[in-house]
């Protein structure tokens, strides 16, 4: 009886601390949705000529930065209608994308990241890839956590390599993002998908991290019916592979 009621103590403290982290992702979220928002109306100034004219270059700067923002915003609004739900599935917006362009904008949202880094962002393109059925946004968190992951546990002036590949006996995608930084030890590798779970090399490498950019991505691949799993060894990098079925 002493062991039930040990379990039952040891259960309750699970959901208050899962409750807490729940309302501080939601805090978090809701602050992250109000500095957009208020970014959007000062890049919409620009475009309007609002601030005084500007070349056609920086136009298409501001235009690019504005259109980003504005896919923050409707991601930041999703991910906190999941949150909400307590679920880990959403309602998926399916459609037909160009996912090449779509990487191709991702990797240039980060081009200013990298560039500070030292660190050097490769895309290894097919010369052509059909058009796949997915939901745009949720395949932009997948890669923009893969990416940022790589970043961020990458070796000053290190390498990434994006690929992408159709593979054509089983009608799916495969996307990897390879790099040559911290790398995942074995006794880490069991957990790397778990919610809130951040390897002690990527702690000491990043302080400040939620634990849960893999647990969605895992969640959002499998929800378009897709897998993901990864190779890696300590200090010598980390590969990630997405596959994606076409249709």
Not at 11 to 40: C, F, G, M, Y
Not at 90 to 115: A, M, P, Y
Not at 179 to 191: H, L, T
């Amino acid at each position: 009886m002493d062991e039930i009621e040990k379990l039952k103590s040891e259960n309750e403290k699970l959901r208050e601390t899962n409750a807490t982290k729940t309302d501080l992702i939601s805090v978090s979220a809701h602050q992250l949705r109000t500095s957009l928002s208020a970014l959007k109306w000062i890049l919409k100034m620009f475009i309007d000529k609002d601030l005084g004219k500007m070349s056609a270059e920086q136009e298409g700067f501001i235009e690019k930065a504005y259109d980003s923002n504005e896919r923050m915003i409707a991601l930041v609004n999703k991910l906190l209608t999941l949150n909400h739900t307590g679920e880990n599935s959403t309602v998926l917006n399916i459609e037909k994308i160009d996912l090449l362009k779509t990487i191709e904008q991702i990797l240039f949202e980060f081009s200013g990241e990298t560039f500070n880094r030292g660190i050097e962002l490769t895309l290894l393109k097919p010369d052509k890839l059909p058009l796949i059925n997915c939901d745009k946004d949720m395949i932009r968190v997948i890669i923009q956590n893969l990416v940022e992951n790589a970043i961020k546990y990458s070796f000053p002036h290190g390498k990434i390599f994006i690929s992408i590949r159709n593979r054509k006996d089983s009608d799916e995608i495969e996307i990897s993002v390879h790099d040559n930084g911290i790398g995942i030890s074995k006794e880490n590798s069991k957990n790397i998908f778990n919610k809130f779970f951040r390897a002690t090399n990527a702690i000491k490498k990043e302080g400040t991290g939620s634990g849960l950019g893999l647990f969605t991505t895992k969640n959002l691949v499998e929800q378009h019916k897709g897998k993901i799993w990864f190779e890696s060894e300590p200090n010598n990098g980390t590969t990630f592979f997405v596959t994606l079925p076409i249709n």
